[in-house]
């Protein structure tokens, strides 16, 4: 085999940098770190590069470990070319064939040591299972057995390094990339810690060593001096005889998964791995992950809440109308331009009865007045109308029965009490029928009780709150007057409705010489207030949208601020082998976990306060549309503006933000 670098070794090298150049900028003018480093590390060195600060040795080490790139010159990593490997791929790479320990232990704070360790493997597609068997294992293996659930926080240092050595192995890389190991040790820690990685390099593995202390270099096979970022000695060296601590065998750990195994990455295993850890995230900061979805919670109960006494309305109103029935025509006094203007009579209601398809003509005169029965007083609408008026409004007879035409034409005193006014005037619910009342200081026989068709057993519905009397006691002894409020028409099949109305106005007109009147054709009614009803519950939607929209700002700004504070995080994770997809998806998974929890509590706020909200006597009614849409709307919310911050959490430069405070 030719043998490229004239090194006299034909064997594919572990690394290969020729002429590497790597320039910083520093304001217009750029500072050059590395000046042409030449470089062969074959499989299975123990390689040290020593160097005082600003060496080099540190940028070395980045780019060596596809932290970082050079600004010139050619790397090989076990003979591939890593000039033309995406960002991607060059994070796929270090997942599979690189484990760092660093000086600092880079330890993420609110994992447990176990899940620590098995940090790489999550970025590589090894199933949890077989990711925790294999972490505890490696931590097993290192006399951590029984710190595995443990976070750093609760390890001491030497035992975070103990850790940051298991996740170094986590995925089976060929080369240890160690920083600066024993710089944060005392000297029994750090002659424990060498022993550990001369036992990896036995075991075969690659092993580069930065460090500044010659003592640490001595145990290396091969020392490298970086000056002024320049090789000025790469020599071999007597190791130092430190006695080795025993350390269980790579072959005993359980497996890795194949090359195949670890290409069936699903979408389903990276979204469960980024939920488990967005949850991690999120509960390490509880109290502003609330303060965070806050805004979700109040524009989910908003968009809830709002909608569902829309609703209520809606129905309410809907009801209320289709009782009237379509084929209903209503008129009133009063000119289109005038509502005070005009009068109706007992002579307009007959000159229209004989009509073709009227079925029923109700002429109706209504009032305020004061009932009392005993020392109970109760003021409600008196409605003076004909004994038509239970078959055109399809009513229905709780007690007694309606007054007839007997009782029109003698003018008889007799009542018949709606349910509300019925519940106010006899609370024990007694039978009415045969007892006096009085109205308006005007005794009246109670002949029966009425109530809505479906019945009303407590009084609620609006129409329930009346009391009837024939239209001739009320104008003899009520009203004192003839003047109709308003006359119904019922007409037999809702096809006809058009046709009678203009019957009406033509014999109205001819009668009257005037059209001092207006007919409400009750079809165009409901369609108008069904449109009403449509604006109303946008516009209470929309309160709700606007509340949910400032919330979704609010979930941008903590996510950036986020991003802000875990950087050094980010660049770990970088480290470990996540992908640009994997920290944007993380982040992503966050806002929108964030978004979801606040919808499910704010879903059960709304309701809460639906249960309670009225508007008048219209009663809240939460359906399932609004419920979907919240949980959309918050989805919608935590998917755009969580965008934003993950997508800058994805774009960190790996050192930047490794070397982050």
């Excluded at 090989?76 to 060059?90: H, I, N, T």
């Excluded at 919670?297 to 029935?325: F, K, N, Y």
């Amino acid at each position: 085999m030719e043998d490229p670098d004239g090194l006299g070794r034909g064997k594919t090298p572990a690394i290969l940098l020729r002429g590497i150049v790597k320039d910083y900028e520093t304001g217009d003018v750029p500072t050059r770190v590395l000046n042409g480093i030449d470089l062969r590390i074959d499989q299975g060195e123990f390689v040290a590069i020593v160097g005082p600060s600003g060496s080099g040795k540190t940028t070395l080490m980045n780019i060596l470990g596809l932290m970082d790139s050079p600004t010139a010159g050619s790397f090989e990593l076990q003979g591939r070319d890593v000039s033309s490997l995406s960002a991607d791929q060059r994070a796929e790479a270090r997942g599979k064939t690189f484990g760092f320990i660093f000086q600092r232990y880079n330890l993420l704070a609110n994992e447990t040591a176990v899940e620590n360790v098995g940090l790489p493997g999550a970025y590589i597609g090894m199933p949890s299972a077989q990711r925790k068997e294999r972490a505890v294992s490696l931590l097993e293996g290192l006399g951590l057995g029984h710190r595995i659930a443990n976070k750093p926080p609760q390890l001491s240092g030497g035992e975070q390094q103990r850790v940051a050595v298991a996740r170094a192995l986590m995925n089976g890389g060929e080369i240890i990339l160690a920083d600066e190991p024993t710089g944060a040790l005392d000297t029994a820690r750090g002659q424990e810690l060498m022993a550990r990685i001369r036992k990896l390099h036995r075991q075969g593995l690659t092993v580069i060593l930065i460090t500044h202390d010659p003592g640490v270099a001595a145990q290396a096979d091969r020392m490298i001096r970086i000056v002024d970022g320049e090789i000025i000695i790469d020599e071999a060296t007597e190791r130092s005889a430190v006695p080795d601590e025993a350390l269980q065998e790579a072959d005993s750990l359980p497996a890795l998964p194949s090359l195949a195994e670890r290409g069936r990455i699903t979408l389903l295993a990276d979204a469960a791995e980024a939920f488990r850890m967005a949850l991690h995230a999120l509960q390490a900061n509880s109290f502003r992950t609330f303060l965070t979805m806050l805004g979700i919670i109040i524009g989910v109960a908003s968009v809830v809440a709002m909608l569902a006494i829309g609703e209520g309305s809606r129905r309410d109103m809907q009801q209320w109308m289709s009782r009237m029935g379509t084929n209903v025509l209503r008129i009133e006094p009063g000119a289109k331009m005038s509502y005070n203007s005009g009068t109706l009579t007992l002579q307009d209601a007959r000159a229209i009865a004989d009509i073709s398809h009227v079925q029923e003509i109700v002429p109706r005169v209504f009032s305020a007045c004061t009932l009392r029965y005993r020392d109970r007083i109760y003021a409600c609408t008196v409605l003076a109308t004909t004994p038509s008026f239970i078959r055109a409004e399809k009513r229905v007879m709780v007690r007694g029965g309606f007054f007839d035409e007997r009782d029109e034409e003698a003018k008889a005193p007799v009542v018949v009490l709606g349910m509300k006014a019925y519940l106010e005037l006899f609370p024990d619910r007694s039978d009415p029928v045969g007892k006096r009342i009085l109205i308006d200081g005007a005794p009246f026989l109670v002949v029966g009780v009425i109530t809505v068709s479906g019945g009303s057993a407590d009084g609620r519905d609006r129409e329930d709150d009346i009391a009837l009397i024939p239209l001739s006691t009320g104008e003899a002894r009520i009203f004192r007057s003839v003047r109709i409020n308003q006359i119904s028409v019922t007409v037999d099949d809702y096809v006809n409705v058009e046709a009678v109305q203009d019957e009406i106005r033509s014999r109205l007109n001819r009668l009257r010489q005037q059209e001092d009147f207006r007919i409400f054709n009750q079809a165009a009614m409901i369609e108008t207030n069904r449109n009403t009803q449509s604006a109303y519950r946008f516009l209470l939607g929309a309160v709700g949208v606007v509340s949910l929209l400032v919330g979704g700002i609010g979930v941008m700004n903590i996510m950036l601020v986020n991003v802000v504070e875990r950087t050094r995080e980010i660049g770990v994770r970088m480290a470990c082998g996540a992908r640009s997809r994997d920290i944007q998806f993380q982040f992503l998974t966050e806002a929108v976990l964030v978004c979801l929890l606040g919808g499910v509590i704010g879903v059960l706020l709304g309701m809460l306060v639906s249960e309670f909200g009225t508007i008048g006597q219209s009663k809240a009614v939460v359906t399932l549309a609004p419920v979907v849409l919240s949980f959309a709307a918050a989805f919608v919310t935590g998917v755009l503006f969580g965008f934003w911050p993950a997508r800058k959490a994805s774009q960190l430069d790996p050192v930047v933000a490794l070397s982050s405070e």
